[in-house]
């Protein structure tokens, strides 16, 4: 089991959902799905004194608050996640009662958190919508040759919410020009050129780049793209 290294761990109450299931040490029962660290060795919840905890699994946030609130004791689970070489919060334990106090807290504002959530909704979709309208309008004004509805595409897909592309990046929300463009050169690169087609045939993603680089900047040039603010493209889009 890999050392505990998360902040958590410090406050001596944290359970681990271990990746291999072991026997606790104290008690040699197993395999345990939950596991607390104690004195270099694995504990079982019993051992540890956390058997009349229950299980939440994290997703609700609001319950999750609720139940910690409610809760005399609680504690965090966690699980290591090998890929990314940390650990992750899977949940809490809390009591029993504390976690049906919280499910009568959430149910009875339940219809109040609905329509909250709906209001965040409508809000965020206002705000993705104006951040790609202008965004579309930066790219018109960067590049007015390009057709009207294909920076509409482009300012669209560069700005979905959560996605991590450009639009969404500070730079683009704050439409600077080479976010605009590094936008603009994406979407030329995989619609206008055979950049794609290269991949498949296993061309290096930097040699395909510099392959289809001349055809890029013809584009752009087609749109207006000024000879004078080349120094502009981001050297990744068309290198």
Known sequence: MAVLTAPAART??????????????????????????????????????????????????????????????????????????????????????????????????????????????????????????????????????CPADRAEAIAAHASVRGSGRVGRSAAGRALSEGAVVSAVVASVRHLDTPYDSLLMRGVPRGEARRRIAAEVEGVLRGWGWAMDRQKALPRSSTR
Do not use: W
């Open 12 to 145: 001596g109450l944290l359970v681990v959902q271990p990746i291999r299931r072991k026997h606790c040490r104290g008690c040699r029962r197993g395999p345990q799905p939950m596991l607390v660290l104690e004195d270099g060795g694995p504990r079982c919840l019993d051992c540890a004194d956390l058997g009349h905890l229950v299980f939440l699994p994290r997703g609700d946030t609001a319950l999750t608050r609720r139940s910690r609130e409610e809760s005399t004791l609680s504690v965090v689970v966690v699980r290591f996640n090998r890929r990314k070489g940390r650990y992750e919060r899977q949940g809490v334990l809390v009591e029993e009662a504390g976690l049906a106090r919280a499910e009568e807290r959430c149910l009875a504002d339940a219809e109040a958190r609905r329509r909250r959530r709906t209001r965040d909704a409508r809000r965020r979709a206002l705000e993705d919508t104006r951040l790609a309208e202008a965004f579309a309008a930066e790219i018109l004004r960067l590049l007015p040759g």
